[in-house]
């Protein structure tokens, strides 16, 4: 698809298709940042949480998982049943008012050790989906004094987007502060969405001019600003880390999952020494063992192959470590026979145990 002109780092088009019809909404790829922000929330009001979770092959223990990814569908229902529950008008800002480098993990890294601002600017662009944005960002030049940040959102639910605005905007503009000073103040914040009742919080936090109903939604900062070197630069450190941020879209570093593919290889992973068959783990996600089988085959997977990459992966995980014989390491992954653990073992990688453990070392 051709860029619009001007812009850069434009990843995807809102609106592609219905959201049913669209691969996009079931792909396991956002962190749960803002999921656990909003049962914490719920934890201070004194609300239940509990019944946000429901039909989402999800609970609250994992959503705490740094690895854990989950699909906008998945993640937008969660968020529609919190902002119903909490009545909090102002969740966003609130959430938003939060960010700060540290809490970025290796994106505030990269960003922190940027040579100049404009550069950490387009690092946090590049890789904001694994801090959990669910919007599309893109980096606009305006004219010869401004440039913008732009959120897209990636599906059409004008109900949210004032959620996602004001967290993104906000923890923009307070890590933009963090980085280069207090004194920064963005040029104008444009609004695809009516003016709230608690506009004048906006007013507070961005320091600068506000258009509701706007076209889109964009953040507009002076020009001068990109230039401005940072103190912590880096050049080895930001390397290294924007490659790690380019592997933390999914917990293994792949390519992101459709969210039923997901969730049957984060239960796997956590039941390896019980060998859960196809049943077990439909009944544990809440579905028949046709349903399960069905929607793995629809997502191009079948129950075995996802099965017996991930007892692969925990097996090299621990042959790599050094800490386990090869009898313990196939009772961690389901084996009772270590002779069968061998072959299985051999037929998944194309080589014995012991080859992979002296070739890790």
Known sequence: MARPAGMIGFHSAAHLAPATEDPRFTVAEFPTNKLLYLVQMADAQGVDSRSWFAGLALNRAQIADPALRVSYRQASIFVHRALAALDVPDAGLRIGREGNLGGFGLLGLAMMTSRTFGEAMLAGIAHHKICGCLLDLAFEPVDEHAVAMVALPLFDDASLLPFFCEELFASSTLIARELVGAELRPLRVELAYPR???ADEYARLFGCELRFDAPRCRLLIDTQWLARPLPGYNPLTAQQALALCAQQRTADGGEPHQEIVAAVERLLRSQLRQQPTLNDVARTLNLSERSLRRRLTESGRVFREIHDRVRAERALQLLQAGSLSVAEIGGEVG?????????????????????ARRAAA
């Not at 002779?339 to 299985?344: G, K, S």
Request: proline share 12%; aromatic share 16%.
């Open 196 to 198: 709230p009742q608690h």
């Open 335 to 355: 084996f009772s026979d270590p002779r069968e653990f061998r072959r299985a073992f051999k037929r998944w990688t194309g080589m014995a145990p012991q080859e």
